[in-house]
């Protein structure tokens, strides 16, 4: 497993942190794989009744590594290999069990994704939630086109996915993504403490509330699969690749 991605089990909460400070935490392919199988792994495992996912060094994550995108956008097309980030996002939308975010900083494009599949948000008042795809010439992912606007209305989704606009954790409280606003530094005890609440509770009734409660598998993949046509078909046109090309070479600069 990659140094990047910390998996660590304390009673019966999985804990997946985000490591890769150097970057802020951008997402590696490697690390998306590395999710993806701690997620899945807990699905089996009857010891374990909650995960929690955070990022350290005050930043949640940057999103998608762009010279993994990059390669993703310069490498024909496997309709058979679906990307790492796809990977990740099936875990998350096939996962069954209560699912918490503890943010402290900013989620940017899949950061922000994948705190709207999760059942309770903490994020400190440092926080910052955006999806810029769109300044990219991209569109939403990860089913994110349906979540957001069943959560925060369409005004406040199209604000977000269309205009590309940040939202502070209290506007993201506001609008009904985020739980609860905490100091910096305080949101991962604050998300383990939810997680032992969590925990204490009967597993089947919780498992069944929490179905109850999430739009139906199957919707969540079909809209997943509707983005991720329109996604890939524009990550490969000429002007999406030279604009990746232009981040890198300004970024070793």
Do not use: W
Not at 31 to 46: H, K, L, R, Y
Not at 85 to 112: E, T
């Amino acid at each position: 497993m990659p140094s990047h991605i910390i998996v660590t089990d304390e009673g019966a909460t999985r804990t997946i942190v985000m490591r890769r400070p150097e970057k802020r935490n951008a997402i590696t392919h490697e690390m998306f794989v590395a999710m993806s199988e701690a997620i899945d792994s807990a699905q089996s495992n009857q010891a374990i009744r909650c995960l929690i996912l955070t990022g350290r060094s005050g930043v949640f994550s940057a999103g998608d590594d762009i010279a993994d995108v990059l390669e993703d956008a310069t490498t024909e097309h496997d309709p058979g290999k679906p990307r790492k980030a796809v990977i990740f996002l099936r875990s998350l939308i096939n996962n069954k069990k209560p699912i918490i975010a503890a943010v402290d900083g900013a989620a940017v494009g899949m950061g922000a994704t994948m705190v709207f599949h999760c059942d309770y948000v903490i994020a400190t008042t440092t926080s910052s939630f955006s999806s810029p795809l769109i300044k990219y010439g991209l569109v939403p992912e990860g089913a994110s086109s349906l979540l957001l606007p069943r959560m925060a209305g369409h005004q406040q989704a199209f604000s977000m996915l269309v205009l590309g606009r940040s939202m502070s954790a209290e506007d993201a409280r506001q609008a009904g993504f985020v739980n609860v606003v905490v100091p910096p530094g305080h949101a991962l005890s604050e998300a383990h403490k939810v997680a032992r609440e969590v925990c204490e509770l009967p597993p089947d009734a919780v498992a069944m509330s929490r179905k109850l409660l999430k739009l139906p598998t199957e919707d969540l993949l079909r809209r997943m699969e509707q983005e991720e046509h329109l996604f890939g078909d524009r990550l490969r046109l000429p002007p999406m690749v030279a604009a990746f090309k232009r981040f890198l070479t300004r970024n070793e600069e």
